[in-house]
C-alpha cells in the first residue's frame, strides 16, 4: 500500500499541487496534507483511492518507497504486496469501462491466505458495483472457491499450474508465488486478445465444479 513519502514523491514526479490530487481523488486539500505529514493514520480506503490516481496518471509504486513513471509496456510488482498490486490492478483498469476479468491456474484457497480473505470480498464487492464478471480455471480440489460456482470451471491435473495468468481489459498477468514473489503485467491488447481466445477454448471444452452442478440443481428444484 501507498505510504506518505511515495505521495509526496508523487506530487512531485507529476508537478501536481495537492489540489489537483484532492480534484481527482474526491479528497479534501487538508485531508491529503494530513496524510502526507503523518500527522493521521490514513483509512486504506484513502490511499487506495490516491493510488489508483497516481497509477492512472502512469505512475507505479515500488517496494521501499520507491515511485517512477510505468513502462508502457511491462510493470512489475515485488514484496509482500505484488499479489495484491495486481488484483487491484484489474478494478483500476475496468472500473470505468466494465468488462470481463479472466484467469487461469487460479488456487483461491491459496490466494486467501496469501491476501486474506477481506481483502479478497472488498475486490469483488467493487467489481461488482460496477459491472466487472469474471470467469476461473481452477484446480479440481480448490476448496476456496466463493459463490457463484458456475464462474468456475475444472482445469483437468496434467494442465494445471501454479502460477496464475490473468487477462482483464488490455492486459495479461501473470504472477509467482516461489522464491521471490512477484507478478508481471503486460499492457498489450493484442496480446491479451490472444490469450483470451485460447482461454475460451479452454473454457468452452471443460466442465463446471462440482459446487455449480448442486447450485443447479438447487435452482432447479425450487417450485
Do not use: C
Not at 488456487?107 to 477481506?118: A, L, R, T
Not at 480448490?142 to 488490455?170: A, M, Q, R, V
Not at 475460451?200 to 435452482?219: L, S, Y
Amino acid at each position: 500500500m501507498i505510504n506518505p513519502e511515495q505521495i509526496r514523491a508523487a506530487r512531485a514526479l507529476l508537478d501536481w499541487p495537492t489540489s489537483e490530487l484532492a480534484k481527482r481523488s474526491g479528497l479534501t486539500v487538508n485531508g491529503i496534507n494530513k496524510i502526507e505529514r503523518e500527522h493521521v493514520n490514513a483509512q486504506r480506503d484513502s490511499l487506495e483511492k490516491i493510488q489508483a490516481v497516481f497509477e492512472d496518471a502512469g505512475l507505479e509504486f515500488l517496494p521501499e518507497s520507491g515511485v517512477r513513471r510505468k513502462d508502457d509496456i511491462v510493470t512489475t510488482h515485488k514484496g509482500k504486496d505484488f499479489a495484491r498490486n495486481l488484483i487491484q490492478d484489474v478494478y483500476t483498469t475496468l472500473r470505468h469501462t466494465g468488462g470481463e476479468f479472466i484467469a487461469a491456474h487460479m488456487d483461491e484457497k491459496k490466494s486467501i491466505e496469501d491476501i486474506g480473505m477481506d481483502f479478497v470480498m472488498d475486490q469483488l464487492n467493487k467489481r461488482r458495483r460496477v459491472g466487472i464478471a469474471h470467469r476461473m480455471l481452477v484446480h479440481k480440489n480448490d476448496k476456496g472457491l466463493i459463490p457463484p460456482y458456475n464462474t468456475y470451471h475444472i482445469l483437468p491435473e496434467p494442465y494445471f499450474s501454479h502460477y496464475p495468468l490473468y487477462i482483464y481489459g488490455p492486459k495479461v498477468g501473470l504472477s509467482s508465488r516461489k522464491y521471490a514473489p512477484k507478478s508481471v503485467i503486460i499492457n498489450d491488447a493484442r496480446i491479451a486478445a490472444s490469450a483470451q481466445k485460447l482461454f475460451d477454448f479452454i473454457w468452452d471444452h471443460t466442465d463446471v465444479v462440482p459446487q455449480a452442478k448442486k447450485e443447479t440443481q438447487v435452482k432447479n428444484d425450487k417450485p
